[in-house]
């Protein structure tokens, strides 16, 4: 009998999918992440056939030592994240297990917390909420200037995102919203990426918002954005790239949202760039290192630093969407059916 592995409980509305199958399970009794021996001893059933995993559990890293150990009858890897940076996916294939995720489903969630960022790392949030729960409201009054922070509304505007798929799309249409009617921004993006329906996509913004869409290098990207929010993959050519050399080129005014993976930002180079007044603030639901951050990271004491821990798709329905999916990838996988989202590399 074909054999699912569920390295976590994925919740009741995917545990159903997963039960009615008919299909069996191996799942893990804790609700915690397993050890990396607990892994590697089930991919080894020679009965298991796909395995739903997490890209936050370190046990669940699927590198050479995962694909050498699985059975030959793994036929596919299912994880319930849209990222694969913690798949080695062409060893995966190479080995023909394919490799699903979870695209689309979190769009929106996301997108709300790149708004939620921007807006918040412009207005000075993070550091009023900390102000006022120090009892240090009364050094700072109302005052016409004390407290400002930067509008986006702002007529001279440049919204740049670094990757710009499906999730850019819809923060984009989102700011787009409070942005200024009369002087819309410019957007500019850059990516490795390009879908062949990309001039559709930019046409359909100008169309809908009034806004000039384009495609920049990543030089102009860094000197030209006021918000800069990166939105791409985390490979080998996107680790580290917002280090000191690209923060160096961006204005002192402007801010960097990062609702990616953390290693893409340079977390050295950030608080240089934050603490010497390179750039104004920075908004970031990832770091390096996550979620082992001790409360003493420098991050964590910048006054234009706000930290939030990685739930860009953190909402009940938009995880139960992403656990459905993950589920019934594995099960497509098993009955000898396309994934509903394979990885393509
Ligand atoms: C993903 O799906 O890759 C997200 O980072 C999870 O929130």
Partial sequence: MPKILVTRHVGEHA?????????????????????????????????????????????????QEFIDTASKSLKCVSTFSVG????????????????????????????????????????????????????????????????????????????GFLGFGRISQAALDRLLAFTNKEHPPKIIYNSSRRRDNQDTIDADFSKRWGVQVQRVEKEELATQSDIL??????????????????????????????????????????HEA??????????????????NIKADHPLLHLDNCLVIPHLGSADYDTRNGMAELCVRNAIAAVKGEELLAEVKV
């Avoid at 191996?26 to 607990?38: F, G, V």
């Avoid at 000191?244 to 993976?261: H, W």
Wanted: charged share 20%; with cysteine; glycine share 8%.
């Fill in 84 to 159: 694969f940076d913690h798949i080695d996916v062409k060893a995966a294939n190479a080995k023909g297990i394919k490799v699903g995720h979870t695209p689309g489903v979190l769009n929106n969630a996301v997108a709300d917390i790149t708004v939620m960022l921007v807006l918040m790392t412009l207005r000075k949030i993070g550091y009023s909420i900390d102000l006022i729960k120090q009892g240090r409201w009364p050094q700072l009054p109302w005052a016409p200037f004390v407290n400002c922070g930067q509008s986006i509304g702002h007529p001279s505007l440049t919204i």
């Fill in 229 to 270: 929010i990166v939105l791409c993959d985390l490979n080998p050519s996107t680790k580290d790239l917002v280090n000191k050399e690209f923060l160096g080129k961006m204005k002192k005014s402007a801010i960097l949202v990062n609702v990616a993976r953390g290693p893409i930002v340079n977390s050295e180079d950030l």
């Fill in 274 to 291: 934050l603490s010497t007044g390179q750039i104004w603030g920075a908004g970031l639901d990832v770091l390096t290192g996550e979620p």
């Fill in 15 to 63: 545990m159903g999918i997963l039960n009615q199958s008919g299909l069996e399970l191996i799942i893990n009794p804790e609700d915690a992440a397993p050890s990396r021996e607990w892994v590697l001893k089930h991919i080894a059933d020679p009965d298991v056939q796909a395995v739903c995993l997490m890209h936050s559990q370190p046990s669940d890293k699927v590198d």
